[in-house]
């Protein structure tokens, strides 16, 4: 089946500092990725989409100047946390549509996650 | 606005029991229903999708079924094992969106 990957699976920073988190499409091509966060207990929330070759459609609430998002290929999409702070801490989790149309009925594949840590 | 509800929020049951877990949406015109499954600190693994024109899918001792009308679905986990323990997440994709709606999970423990 579809496999996503991310990189790197967990990363503990400092305060202030940016983290870049990469997700990848293994044996497919994805025109659309997603970006969710999920705190303990909690479902996810999605983020951003990203799309390859333009720029990322960010959810209310997320602000797009601290994480930036670039989708610069049909396989690998990055996710920013810039000046990171404690309360950034949290589960990150990307998916992917396979195809280039991304079509609505399409099942998504989700990565690992990547758990950050801002100390 | 989509909302989706997973009930019962957590459950613990022994080994060998047949489960139901449900999952309920406000709206109904939906494209499809997802299950999930995750395991503690891990990603998302598919294990049925549903479109909206079918009324179940099976695989292996899971069986999913979608009333649409009804804004519902159930999970069946049959001969549930240990192995079984995890949270499990309902996603519905509607409204001409490619985002699906998550439901905040059911986390199951099967307990030897």
């Known amino acids: 089946g579809a496999v996503v990957s991310q990189h790197p699976s967990r990363v503990i920073c400092k305060s202030g500092t940016s983290v870049k988190i990469e997700c990848r499409s293994l044996?497919?091509?994805?025109?659309?990725m997603f970006w969710y966060r999920q705190f303990p207990k909690q479902s996810l929330m999605l983020m951003a989409t990203?799309?390859?070759?333009?720029?990322?459609?960010?959810e209310q609430g997320v602000e797009k100047d601290k994480f930036l998002i670039n989708h610069a290929s049909l396989t690998l999409s990055t996710l920013t946390v810039t000046s990171a702070h404690p309360e950034d801490s949290s589960f990150y989790i990307c998916s992917a549509i396979p195809g280039l149309a991304g079509g609505f009925s399409e099942t998504q594949y989700f990565g690992p996650g990547t758990r950050l840590l801002v100390l | 606005k989509q909302e989706v509800t997973q009930i019962p929020a957590a459950l613990s049951v022994p080994e060998g029991e047949n489960l139901v877990l449900n999952c309920s949406f406000t709206d109904s015109a939906i494209y499809n229903l997802q299950w999930f499954r995750q395991d503690p600190g891990k990603g998302l693994t598919s294990l049925l999708l549903i479109q909206s024109s079918q009324r179940e899918q099976t695989s292996g001792r899971l069986n999913a079924s979608l009333d649409k009308s009804s804004g519902r679905s159930t999970l069946y986990i049959a001969a549930s094992q240990p192995g079984d323990s995890a949270t499990y997440l309902c996603?519905?994709?509607?409204?001409?969106?490619?985002?699906?709606?998550f439901g905040r999970g059911t986390s199951l423990i099967v307990h030897p």
């Open positions: 990203s799309n390859e070759g333009s720029k990322a459609t960010y």
């Open positions: 044996d497919f091509q994805a025109t659309t």
């Open positions: 996603a519905v994709k509607s409204g001409g969106s490619y985002i699906p709606t």
